[in-house]
């Protein structure tokens, strides 16, 4: 850590473990209505507000980790202190205290209801306060004293303006549900593969650089080429998601060609990560962990989104597939891959410089959490991906009824809630592990450790 | 290095142009393939009670939301309005065993905003999604087609196939004759008191007897 003022990340990051755990228990009560036949909670907290919790925390948690480590990072490229402390806390206060009142106002029917989206208007307005305050004080950070960005925090200042400006297309409500989802996609696509892609781009290339010695140009080189493919083919390939929503019917011909190039640029990060940790590195390894977590992070990445995300883009497939528990199994593989695994990487990367503490790969805790989370997710994504094959077939191509389809592939729900159950163990693990990285080091460690020259 | 700057610039802006551009011409074909012209302040009223209720989250629309319900792009045309009515009322009277729905209280306004907004939905030309099932469900007999369109088999079983919460229907014919199916289909309550099974008095005339027969032939 070179200035004082990027300590802020570290309670960033305090604040959203416990909302990944969490998003992980309210996934876990979501699954356990596959499996339950009748519902005993179906008037205190039905499915829908289950999943709702669920997947505003993951927005939320991976937002606030992602926020930390922009904090830490651009303070850490530009050599500089962060521009506002107090504004960074008040804008984090701000998001904690408008997600808590959302997730409470769900189980009021207090809901805008549309996925991802359900935040009420007023709540949506707290946070598009939130993220100005960000964007200011990055933006003063960035540019005071400052006239030449690095082309790492280029692009991450140029994803999170691109994050906040998609969100606006999210707040209006619309007579027309065809025109609503058109939209709506502005906010979901385009934040997962637009703007969230620049941001995890940008901080898993100064991650590499920081942590394998790999030159910067090599890295930025690459950043600004995938960072044209992710754009290029993504913005187009929000086409995908407009087959069947009352679109054009051209959207089938240039969502398939756009969207199914989409892999190329998460073929490269992968290639990258993979070049820079094996063979371009000039640093001993010594955080283990956060690199463990950025390589694992790379290729379920592109596994989840690659892979699992191509397996279903074109048109010929998405028309039978469109709505089942494949896109619950890719949406799954994808988010953990893509940006929770990054999340991770990133805090074990940052906590040990802020609390001092050493960033040892050998505890078994340590490893024990790595493998738990990774193995239950294959798991359960498995699972998912096997129940929407057997939907699709019986329930698309035979013709039978939604729920009598639902009580066959009851055993493989059953087999997706052991895996969360697993990745619910293991997130105990991973908090535990973080949160005793994150603690101060005690005085006495500290002391018997060498005082570290300042920089001249 | 600037060649890629130059690149990068260069393919966002190519690519945002284009999409404007199809945005805009969709924008302006959507409003015929989606009858626009139909969107009443009825419509709207159901569109609001399905984001207020997050319908959204437990059902798809349009092939999104939660896969936990049926999709109910097609709903009004594969249900009718009679079902989709008395279902909004009291979800559990027509599905007594497994997943339910929440019982919302609507009012029969809100109930009719939500029938008017699904009918709406159903009309939206969605470039012939969700295709038409190619299996033998659909070319079973008629009695057994409204077996399973009325979810009979949700609560009655016929060869292993079907719920546990109702008698088990595959030699029903050998025990009942069809009058008494036909009474039981009409007046559950007839045969006993306190039957948790919905009346179909409400299906069409031939319907039913379709059914019986149907019934009735299983020995």
């Known amino acids: 850590m070179k200035h004082p003022s990027q300590k802020i990340a570290r309670e960033y990051f305090l604040a959203a473990l416990p909302l990944f755990f969490l998003q992980v228990v309210f996934g876990l009560l979501a699954s356990v209505k596959y499996v339950w036949g009748y519902d005993p909670l179906l008037n205190v907290a039905p499915f829908n507000i289950a999943r709702t919790i669920h997947l505003n925390l993951l927005v939320f948690w991976l937002l606030l980790a992602l926020m930390g480590a922009t904090y830490y990072m651009v303070a850490d490229e530009l050599d500089t202190d962060i521009y506002s402390v107090r504004l960074a806390r008040l804008q984090l206060w701000i998001l904690l205290v408008s997600g808590v009142a959302a997730i409470i106002g769900y189980f009021f029917h207090w809901s805008f209801g549309m996925p991802f989206l359900e935040q009420p208007t007023l709540i949506k307005v707290a946070i598009v306060v939130a993220a100005l305050i960000f964007l200011y004080n990055i933006a003063m950070t960035m540019f005071t004293n400052h006239h030449i960005l690095t082309r790492t925090t280029a692009t991450l200042m140029g994803g999170m303006v691109m994050l906040s400006v998609m969100f606006l297309f999210g707040i209006p409500f619309m007579g027309n549900l065809s025109t609503q989802y058109y939209f709506w996609w502005w906010v979901i696509h385009l934040w997962v593969e637009g703007a969230w892609e620049l941001i995890a781009a940008s901080l898993v290339a100064w991650s590499l650089i920081k942590l394998t010695g790999v030159s910067r140009r090599t890295v930025e080189g690459w950043v600004f080429a995938e960072v044209a493919l992710v754009l290029l083919t993504g913005i187009i390939g929000t086409g995908h998601h407009y087959y069947w929503i009352g679109t054009p019917h051209y959207w089938l011909v240039w969502g398939a060609v756009f969207s199914a190039a989409e892999p190329v640029p998460i073929v490269m990060m992968l290639v990258d990560a993979v070049r820079d940790l094996l063979k371009a590195r000039t640093l001993p390894i010594v955080n283990t962990l956060a690199l463990a977590w950025l390589g694992a992070s790379a290729f379920v990445h592109f596994m989840g989104a690659g892979v699992w995300g191509f397996g279903q883009t074109l048109p010929q497939i998405n028309r039978w597939t469109h709505g089942t528990q494949i896109t619950a199994s890719h949406g799954h593989f994808a988010f953990w891959g893509a940006y929770g695994m990054l999340a991770i990487a990133l805090m074990y990367g940052i906590l040990p410089e802020i609390s001092g503490r050493k960033p040892n790969g050998k505890q078994a805790l340590s490893f024990a959490a790595f493998m738990t989370l990774n193995f239950s997710m294959i798991f359960m994504v498995m699972a998912l991906l096997i129940a929407g094959i057997v939907q699709v077939y019986l329930q698309r191509v035979m013709g039978m009824d939604f729920l009598e389809v639902q009580n066959h592939l009851r055993v493989w729900f059953e087999v997706r809630l052991v895996a969360g159950c697993l990745f619910t163990v293991g997130s105990v693990l991973l908090l535990w592990d973080l949160f005793r990285l994150a603690a101060r080091q005690p005085a006495a460690e500290a002391a018997a450790q060498p005082v570290p020259v300042p920089a001249a | ?219």
């Not at chain 2, 969709?26 to 015929?32: G, Y």
């Not at chain 2, 059902?59 to 939301?65: A, D, K, M, V, Y």
């Not at chain 2, 088990?168 to 039981?184: A, F, M, P, V, Y």
Request: glycine share 8%; net charge neutral.
């Open chain 2, 1 to 219: 290095m600037h060649a890629t700057r130059t690149a990068l610039v260069t393919a966002t802006l190519i690519s945002a142009i284009i999409f404007l551009g199809m945005t805009a011409d969709s924008l302006r074909k959507m409003r015929a393939r989606t009858h626009s012209d139909q969107i009443s302040a009825e419509v709207i009223e159901g569109k609001r009670l399905w984001q207020h209720y997050d319908c959204n989250d437990c059902h798809t629309i349009l092939g999104i939301g939660g896969y936990y319900a049926p999709d109910v792009t097609k709903s009004y045309s594969i249900r009718g309005e009679a079902w989709l009515r008395q279902f909004l009322k009291d979800p559990a009277k027509m599905y007594p065993a497994g997943r339910q729905m929440p019982n919302f209280r609507l009012e029969d306004s809100q109930v009719g905003a939500l029938v008017a907004y699904l009918k709406w939905v159903s009309e939206i030309d969605t470039n012939g999604w969700p295709p038409a099932p190619q299996g033998v469900a659909r070319e079973e007999p008629g009695g057994h087609r409204i077996f399973l369109a009325q979810h009979c088999n949700t609560c009655h079983a016929i060869e292993g196939s079907g719920g546990t919460l109702a008698p088990d229907l595959t030699h029903i014919g050998s025990q009942k004759s069809k009058d008494w199916i036909l009474d039981q289909i009409n007046n559950p309550r007839g045969h006993k008191a306190d039957s948790i099974m919905p009346s179909f008095a409400q299906l069409p005339e031939t319907e039913k007897q379709e059914l019986a027969d149907y019934l009735a032939g299983l020995k």
